[in-house]
């Protein structure tokens, strides 16, 4: 069964398109005998302003599909419309430039629009702080710790200024306490915003935390299994009561899910 | 806007598509053998024809007369009585004997002082800017040397292919060693992989685009620098490229001359494809290139 | 021959007397030694006048010097009989004429000692400067007069090897050859060094003693043009070679100065004699001596039969030198 | 066992630590200046002593007379009669002037040829091998063609030390683009950066230890080049390396060949230096060494 | 306040030293004013085959400790002990060798010690299934997904065979049906073998599930603030009441600790 939009997400939507809409998208990477289907007839639309979680088994398919969303790789089948304007993504590496340092690996988010050298400095020198990173600006890449350089792809996607954020796992490597935090701040982002996020995480909870939607994608080849809306009020809490039963219910059927596929 | 699979509008995310085509990063339909060869055929055959146009051209012009710089009639016409002569054929096979055998022997000294300089420090500092100062000696200050150690042999003509186009491969192979990633190293290392073996099985594999860089420079060395060897030591009933060249040089025949150019390219590009051919499969292999192009 | 009157050439070049510029080329080389002395002794530039300036370019070998009168580059060069051959022959004779000789004789078979006649030779290994130039036709038609067999791929009962002078030294010293037919100073060099022997002197092959080993070319576009200029060089050259002749010592100490200059390095004394004694400075191309080795090298196989009429230009130099009351050269 | 910090014990552990030296993937102690400026000169002086030691017996054993082969003592003294004169000055000057302006030429025509060929796809079909085709050709193939378009000039001289060293740099680049992380075009992709833009802020900046190694190698062929190229033009009181080589070979003057040899050896060190300087400000910002070695 | 050793540790450190014992180990990256200090005189002991493991905030050091373990980087002051024979890493990222399939990668581990190739084979084929991902073994790494890759570098390092494993976040790309599905399966090999464990997580369940004692490090510097005995009967399951118990036990310590340093 496939849930309707939800109210939320209904309101948003209205008047304007959904920010991004697939249709019946199917990915396969290679052919033939040793190709492999990695997304099957895959149709879903976040709406405009709305934030929407993906989760899946490992290898079912989520990064494929963003890929596909930011127009790094082309569908084998089916309609993908990206009306949201600028779309800023954040890969499941931190994609760093090793060459740069970590500000000016964010000043390059800036770079593209024309913004001022020192006008580029002093927003990367604020997004470091957001990401709880200040101090680390002349830093390069490989003086960092694995988390932190997550953060400074966080940053950096932030500072693009996109209208639809792509996300594959962006806190994936965070301590509990530093993810909190970047939840509040991401969340706080989104809202002046008003960005469209398209958020995968393995984490059921912080899917519940983040999201309008939580939509499940079943193992590989990936497909729509269920979407849920998440009508909690926010600010929500991870680790409050109401986020942990959802998740349950969710973690529940991602098991069904996962089980009937036999792995 | 929208994208369908395998068609295009004008609008911005298919200009992000088309952006990233340059960028080969899609992967593409793969399309049918005879379009594929002819997609591979047309901008060479149209390259040549807009050399031999513009040649034609320039000769018509008149500004030097044809025997200052023969035609591409003229050039051609050489060329093709050439061809038709057994001695060119032995010329082409005792250069190419010579060129492979050199840079085969090149491939191995470079490999071995390669991996020495790259791995040891003092030897490093002992020798390593030595390989680049070798690189820029010309092949014609080893001459004496060659002979002396030599004497009127092909080995002298082999020693100076050698010292042409060791040190580049050494200096491909040295590159490559200093920008494998520190990460497989350690790696390496953590599987119990030291010295020869991490050589043998992270350091070398890690190094072979840059190697294979190298070989390519290195091959173009042993080339050049057989090409001034063969007139160290001319052996009885051998005929040779290098010796070709030197004469068309040396009698001013300008039709010679291009016709002798023309072979030197021709075996150049050649060789080149064969270096392409590795270095896509090596690209393949890396994840490098996804695209059937 | 000379369509244009004088006065409208020196008119255009603004009154000098012919082109603003003459380009000289020659080699940094003992039987060029014509080209040094007059160089290092300011005569073409005397002759040229003030209108006139004088470039000159050192070239290492002729096929520079023959690229460089092809394109244009230089008006008239010194060099040797081969070049001068090939030139003529490639442009079917409209790129140069020979307007003068330089240099006769200094060419030399030496060998290693205990190698006494012809019959020493045979399976020995013997160095020409290359294959297909006088000093190699010349060692191929001598031992094919002699009844040795050789052939142009470096077979036969005596071994010709073609390779640079300067790596003939050295293989003569380490005994990789065992003789070469070498032109000064490398002839002096080989004896005074290596201990090499004369086995034949060039000189005693020809009629007369003599054969060419330097002369003067022109582009004839530029002879064409600039008839003038082509006099003034061919005075100054004549002027040149008298110079040689009247004063021999002080004339090698010149060219062995210009040498230095060019070359980085004289000759040793030794050398610069001994070479210097056995060339003889002369304004006759020795034109027999040239038709003569393209006939032989037609022989041995070395050369497509190539017809010389017209090669040279004698016209000028016996103008010259009849002004000076001196005899006629032949261009036969 | 156990590993102190500084010290180490011959155990298991420290063997690997020890294997880890060699691998450069330790950081250590900061050494004082003498003992690092010491460690620097070692290898070198005794690589240098001890090629003069073995020269030395080569010429003591007399296999060949002195004028066939020099030995050290007559050789440093021609080169240290040489360092007195102010021709040497002059003509080392002359040679590098054109060397630095052919190279800097070279490095223009390579980095757009390599910048047009990488990205354009049917122009890297129709010439992308051509490179290495024109890389194998040996400088004397253009004298003519030198000489015919620029006369006997000094131009003439550049024109064939272009030709020389564009190729490889071009070649270096290509290399570089085609071994360009992926990853790291698609998060300039993303970042807006497009075509030009990408090219300069992510493609080239990737492609930098590539495009130095390719360089490093268009150095060594300029300099080549050049060598047989100042023979083209001798150009009037320009005295020239190249030209000294020429003919130090040409009257058989084997301690001036050494000795130009030893002058051309020590001029390909320094370059190298200067690239090894390059190189090593790139790894360390780059995150490839760590140690301050 | 450090807490001894457990009886559990105790009992099987009995007779034989820690297979792993840090005294007083200092880390600082570069000199002087740019010099950062990572790690603040640890001293910390892993017993013969115990579990341990290491929580701490992103940044704080804990890479850093697993690699100065693995000998891989030199302390700048204390000493390191690793009686525990061989010692096999897990890095924060896959480091897979890009120019080998899947199987070899696996096999490359199985190489230094000279197994045969025809077994070399069957025993990466073996560890694939162990990772779930049997049927990859042709595969090569830039083919994978981001958690695919991880399990590769897990059956890697377990395929070493060695007696100490050192793992960074191993689990941090993995759905948590994949990772519970390799708890088991670690916890298995673990008692197998009689390895000995020192494993780096940010999921404290994980923790809890997993070890023998939960060792919490400080923010920058690293420092230990306190190592939690776990002394739940095995087996445990990540989701059960008294997991859940223990391990928010330790978040609000590890929450403290993180407010404390102001992050
Ligand atoms: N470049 C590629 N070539 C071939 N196959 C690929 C490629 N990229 C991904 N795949 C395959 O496609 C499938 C989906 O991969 P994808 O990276 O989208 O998974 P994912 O859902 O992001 O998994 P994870 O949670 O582990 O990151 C996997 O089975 C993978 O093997
Ligand atoms: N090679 C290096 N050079 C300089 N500083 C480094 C280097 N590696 C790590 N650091 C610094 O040391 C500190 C600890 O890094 P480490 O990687 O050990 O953290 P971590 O605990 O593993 O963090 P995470 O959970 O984010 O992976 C960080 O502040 C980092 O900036
Ligand atoms: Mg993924
Ligand atoms: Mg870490």
Same mark, same amino acid.
């Given at each position: 069964?496939?849930?309707?939009?939800?109210?939320?997400?209904?309101?948003?939507?209205?008047?304007?398109?959904?920010?991004?809409?697939?249709?019946?998208?199917?990915?396969?990477?290679?052919?033939?005998?040793?190709?492999?289907?990695?997304?099957?007839?895959?149709?879903?639309?976040?709406?405009?302003?709305?934030?929407?979680?993906?989760?899946?088994?490992?290898?079912?398919?989520?990064?494929?599909?963003?890929?596909?969303?930011?127009?790094?790789?082309?569908?084998?089948?089916?309609?993908?419309?990206?009306?949201?304007?600028?779309?800023?993504?954040?890969?499941?590496?931190?994609?760093?430039?090793?060459?740069?340092?970590?500000?000016?690996?964010?000043?390059?988010?800036?770079?593209?629009?024309?913004?001022?050298?020192?006008?580029?400095?002093?927003?990367?020198?604020?997004?470091?702080?957001?990401?709880?990173?200040?101090?680390?600006?002349?830093?390069?890449?490989?003086?960092?710790?694995?988390?932190?350089?997550?953060?400074?792809?966080?940053?950096?996607?932030?500072?693009?200024?996109?209208?639809?954020?792509?996300?594959?796992?962006?806190?994936?490597?965070?301590?509990?306490?530093?993810?909190?935090?970047?939840?509040?701040?991401?969340?706080?982002?989104?809202?002046?915003?008003?960005?469209?996020?398209?958020?995968?995480?393995?984490?059921?909870?912080?899917?519940?935390?983040?999201?309008?939607?939580?939509?499940?994608?079943?193992?590989?080849?990936?497909?729509?299994?269920?979407?849920?809306?998440?009508?909690?009020?926010?600010?929500?809490?991870?680790?409050?009561?109401?986020?942990?039963?959802?998740?349950?219910?969710?973690?529940?059927?991602?098991?069904?899910?996962?089980?009937?596929?036999?792995? | 806007?929208?994208?369908?699979?395998?068609?295009?509008?004008?609008?911005?995310?298919?200009?992000?598509?088309?952006?990233?085509?340059?960028?080969?990063?899609?992967?593409?339909?793969?399309?049918?053998?005879?379009?594929?060869?002819?997609?591979?055929?047309?901008?060479? #055959?149209? +390259?040549? @024809?807009?050399? *031999? &146009?513009?040649?034609? !051209? =320039?000769?018509?012009?008149?500004?030097?007369?044809?025997? $200052?710089?023969?035609?591409?009639?003229?050039?051609?016409?050489?060329?093709?009585?050439?061809?038709?002569?057994?001695?060119?054929?032995?010329?082409?096979?005792?250069?190419?004997?010579?060129?492979?055998?050199?840079? #085969?022997? +090149?491939? @191995?000294?470079? *490999? &071995?002082?390669?991996? !020495? =300089?790259?791995?040891?420090?003092?030897?490093?500092?002992? $020798?390593?800017?030595?390989?680049?100062?070798?690189?820029?000696?010309?092949?014609?200050?080893?001459?004496?040397?060659?002979?002396?150690?030599?004497?009127?042999?092909?080995?002298?003509?082999?020693?100076?292919?050698?010292?042409? +186009?060791?040190?580049?491969?050494?200096?491909?192979?040295?590159?490559?060693?200093?920008?494998?990633?520190?990460?497989?190293?350690?790696?390496?290392?953590?599987?119990?992989?030291?010295?020869?073996?991490?050589?043998?099985?992270?350091?070398?594999?890690?190094?072979?685009?840059?190697?294979?860089?190298?070989?390519?420079?290195?091959?173009?060395?042993?080339?050049?620098?057989?090409?001034?060897?063969?007139?160290?030591?001319?052996?009885?009933?051998?005929?040779?490229?290098?010796?070709?060249?030197?004469?068309?040089?040396?009698?001013?025949?300008?039709?010679?001359?291009?016709?002798?150019?023309?072979?030197?390219?021709?075996?150049?590009?050649?060789?080149?494809?064969?270096?392409?051919?590795?270095?896509?499969?090596?690209?393949?292999?890396?994840?490098?290139?996804?695209?059937?192009? | 021959?000379?369509?244009?009157?004088?006065?409208?050439?020196?008119?255009?070049?603004?009154?000098?007397?012919?082109?603003?510029?003459?380009?000289?080329?020659?080699?940094?080389?003992?039987?060029?030694?014509?080209?040094?002395?007059?160089?290092?002794?300011?005569?073409?530039?005397?002759?040229?006048?003030?209108?006139?300036?004088?470039?000159?370019?050192?070239?290492?070998?002729?096929?520079?010097?023959?690229?460089?009168?092809?394109?244009?580059?230089?008006?008239?060069?010194?060099?040797?009989?081969?070049?001068?051959?090939?030139?003529?022959?490639?442009?079917?004779?409209?790129?140069?004429?020979?307007?003068?000789?330089?240099?006769?004789?200094?060419?030399?078979?030496?060998?290693?000692?205990?190698?006494?006649?012809?019959?020493?030779?045979?399976?020995?290994?013997?160095?020409?400067?290359?294959?297909?130039?006088?000093?190699?036709?010349?060692?191929?038609?001598?031992?094919?007069?002699?009844?040795?067999?050789?052939?142009?791929?470096?077979?036969?009962?005596?071994?010709?090897?073609?390779?640079?002078?300067?790596?003939?030294?050295?293989?003569?010293?380490?005994?990789?050859?065992?003789?070469?037919?070498?032109?000064?100073?490398?002839?002096?060099?080989?004896?005074?060094?290596?201990?090499?022997?004369?086995?034949?002197?060039?000189?005693?092959?020809?009629?007369?003693?003599?054969?060419?080993?330097?002369?003067?070319?022109?582009?004839?576009?530029?002879?064409?043009?600039?008839?003038?200029?082509?006099?003034?060089?061919?005075?100054?050259?004549?002027?040149?070679?008298?110079?040689?002749?009247?004063?021999?010592?002080?004339?090698?100490?010149?060219?062995?100065?210009?040498?230095?200059?060019?070359?980085?390095?004289?000759?040793?004394?030794?050398?610069?004699?001994?070479?210097?004694?056995?060339?003889?400075?002369?304004?006759?191309?020795?034109?027999?001596?040239?038709?003569?080795?393209?006939?032989?090298?037609?022989?041995?196989?070395?050369?497509?039969?190539?017809?010389?009429?017209?090669?040279?230009?004698?016209?000028?130099?016996?103008?010259?030198?009849?002004?000076?009351?001196?005899?006629?050269?032949?261009?036969?």
């Amino acid at each position: 069964m496939t849930a309707p939009l939800t109210e939320q997400a209904a309101d948003r939507a209205e008047g304007r398109g959904p920010a991004v809409r697939l249709e019946a998208v199917s990915k396969m990477y290679g052919q033939g005998r040793t190709g492999l289907l990695a997304l099957d007839e895959v149709s879903l639309d976040v709406g405009a302003g709305e934030f929407v979680c993906l989760l899946g088994a490992s290898g079912c398919g989520k990064s494929t599909l963003l890929s596909l969303v930011a127009g790094l790789d082309r569908p084998t089948a089916g309609r993908i419309e990206a009306d949201g304007g600028r779309v800023a993504m954040m890969f499941q590496e931190p994609a760093l430039f090793p060459w740069l340092t970590v500000s000016a690996n964010i000043e390059m988010a800036l770079r593209a629009k024309g913004v001022t050298r020192a006008e580029r400095r002093a927003r990367a020198a604020e997004f470091l702080e957001t990401v709880h990173l200040g101090g680390f600006g002349a830093k390069r890449p490989h003086e960092l710790s694995g988390g932190m350089r997550q953060r400074v792809a966080l940053a950096r996607a932030l500072a693009q200024d996109a209208d639809v954020l792509l996300m594959d796992e962006p806190f994936g490597a965070l301590d509990a306490m530093t993810r909190d935090l970047l939840h509040d701040e991401l969340e706080r982002i989104w809202r002046e915003r008003n960005l469209s996020v398209l958020f995968v995480t393995h984490n059921v909870r912080e899917a519940v935390r983040l999201g309008d939607r939580v939509v499940l994608l079943s193992s590989r080849p990936g497909r729509v299994v269920e979407d849920f809306p998440v009508t909690l009020e926010r600010p929500r809490r991870t680790d409050s009561a109401e986020v942990a039963e959802q998740a349950g219910r969710i973690t529940d059927r991602l098991r069904e899910e996962v089980m009937r596929h036999g792995r | 806007m929208s994208v369908d699979a395998g068609t295009r509008s004008g609008d911005v995310h298919a200009r992000q598509l088309a952006g990233l085509d340059a960028l080969e990063l899609t992967t593409r339909q793969r399309r049918g053998l005879a379009s594929r060869i002819w997609s591979g055929i047309w901008p060479i #055959a149209s +390259a040549v @024809a807009l050399v *031999l &146009v513009a040649w034609q !051209l =320039v000769v018509l012009a008149g500004w030097w007369p044809e025997y $200052v710089f023969a035609g591409p009639v003229t050039t051609l016409g050489v060329l093709a009585e050439r061809l038709g002569e057994a001695e060119f054929y032995t010329a082409v096979t005792v250069t190419m004997r010579r060129a492979v055998a050199g840079f #085969a022997l +090149a491939i @191995a000294v470079g *490999l &071995v002082v390669g991996a !020495l =300089v790259s791995r040891i420090r003092p030897l490093r500092r002992a $020798v390593g800017s030595l390989i680049t100062g070798l690189q820029t000696m010309p092949s014609i200050a080893w001459f004496p040397l060659a002979i002396l150690l030599f004497g009127l042999t092909e080995s002298a003509i082999m020693f100076v292919v050698v010292l042409g +186009a060791a040190p580049s491969i050494a200096n491909g192979l040295i590159a490559g060693v200093d920008y494998t990633p520190p990460i497989l190293l350690r790696a390496g290392h953590m599987l119990g992989l030291r010295r020869l073996r991490l050589y043998r099985h992270v350091i070398l594999p890690a190094s072979l685009p840059s190697f294979l860089a190298g070989l390519k420079q290195g091959w173009a060395f042993a080339w050049r620098s057989l090409m001034a060897g063969e007139l160290l030591v001319i052996i009885a009933n051998q005929p040779s490229l290098g010796e070709q060249l030197h004469f068309a040089r040396e009698l001013a025949d300008s039709p010679g001359l291009l016709a002798t150019m023309i072979v030197i390219l021709v075996i150049g590009i050649v060789v080149d494809l064969l270096f392409g051919a590795a270095d896509n499969a090596l690209r393949r292999r890396w994840g490098l290139r996804q695209a059937a192009d | 021959g000379n369509a244009e009157p004088a006065g409208t050439t020196a008119a255009a070049a603004g009154g000098g007397g012919g082109p603003a510029e003459v380009r000289l080329g020659y080699f940094p080389n003992i039987t060029h030694a014509t080209a040094l002395v007059g160089v290092e002794k300011g005569l073409y530039a005397k002759h040229l006048g003030s209108g006139t300036a004088l470039k000159t370019s050192t070239f290492n070998a002729g096929p520079a010097a023959i690229e460089a009168v092809f394109s244009g580059a230089v008006d008239a060069t010194y060099i040797g009989p081969n070049p001068a051959i090939n030139a003529w022959a490639k442009s079917k004779g409209q790129a140069i004429k020979i307007v003068a000789g330089a240099a006769s004789g200094g060419v030399f078979l030496v060998v290693k000692p205990g190698i006494e006649s012809v019959e020493d030779l045979k399976g020995k290994k013997i160095a020409t400067p290359q294959l297909g130039n006088t000093q190699d036709v010349a060692l191929r038609h001598w031992l094919d007069s002699k009844g040795v067999k050789t052939d142009t791929k470096g077979g036969g009962e005596v071994s010709i090897v073609p390779q640079e002078n300067s790596q003939t030294i050295q293989t003569f010293a380490t005994g990789d050859i065992d003789g070469a037919w070498v032109p000064e100073p490398f002839a002096s060099r080989l004896i005074t060094e290596s201990g090499g022997k004369v086995l034949v002197d060039e000189r005693d092959l020809w009629p007369g003693k003599e054969f060419v080993i330097t002369h003067l070319i022109v582009r004839q576009e530029f002879a064409k043009e600039h008839p003038e200029a082509v006099r003034k060089l061919i005075e100054a050259h004549v002027e040149a070679n008298e110079l040689i002749a009247s004063d021999p010592a002080e004339a090698a100490e010149t060219a062995n100065a210009a040498l230095e200059k060019l070359a980085g390095k004289p000759l040793k004394p030794e050398v610069l004699d001994g070479a210097f004694k056995n060339i003889t400075f002369t304004n006759d191309p020795i034109a027999s001596s040239l038709v003569g080795s393209a006939d032989h090298a037609v022989k041995v196989g070395l050369l497509e039969p190539v017809d010389l009429t017209g090669i040279y230009d004698l016209k000028i130099l016996n103008e010259v030198l009849a002004a000076k009351g001196r005899p006629q050269i032949s261009d036969k």
